[in-house]
C-alpha cells in the first residue's frame, strides 16, 4: 500500500510540475484483494468493486461473471427479435 501511495504522490508531484490537473472526480480504482485508502492530494479517492476496461466487465475477484451475464443478455434479446419477425 507505501509503494501505490507513493507512487500517486510522485504523479501528483509531476502533474503540479507540468501544471495538469487530474480530474479527482473521474478517478477510481478497483479494489483487489483487499480494500485500500488512497489519497491524491488529500482528498480520498473512490474504490469500485467492478471496472470497464476495453468495454469488459471485471470486477474486485478478476472474475468476468457480469461482463458475461450482460454480453448473454444482450445475445437473448437480439435472438428474440430476429425469431419476433
Same mark, same amino acid.
Request: charged letters at 25%; hydrophobic letters at 45%; one cysteine or more.
Given at each position: ?11 501528483? @508531484? ?13 478517478? @477510481?480504482? &478497483? ?21 470497464? /476496461?476495453?468495454?469488459?466487465?471485471? /470486477? ?7 461482463? &458475461? ?12 427479435? &430476429?425469431?419476433?419477425?
Amino acid at each position: 500500500m507505501d509503494c501505490l501511495q507513493k507512487g500517486i504522490n510522485d504523479l501528483c @508531484t509531476w502533474a503540479e510540475k507540468w501544471q495538469l490537473r487530474f480530474s479527482i472526480d473521474k478517478i @477510481t480504482f &478497483i479494489y483487489v484483494h483487499q480494500m485500500l485508502h488512497i489519497l491524491y492530494r488529500e482528498t480520498s479517492m473512490s474504490g469500485i468493486n467492478e471496472a470497464r /476496461d476495453l468495454r469488459v466487465l471485471v /470486477d474486485a475477484q478478476l472474475l468476468f461473471k457480469s461482463h &458475461i451475464n450482460g454480453v448473454v443478455a444482450k445475445a437473448r434479446m437480439r435472438a428474440e427479435q &430476429i425469431l419476433d419477425k
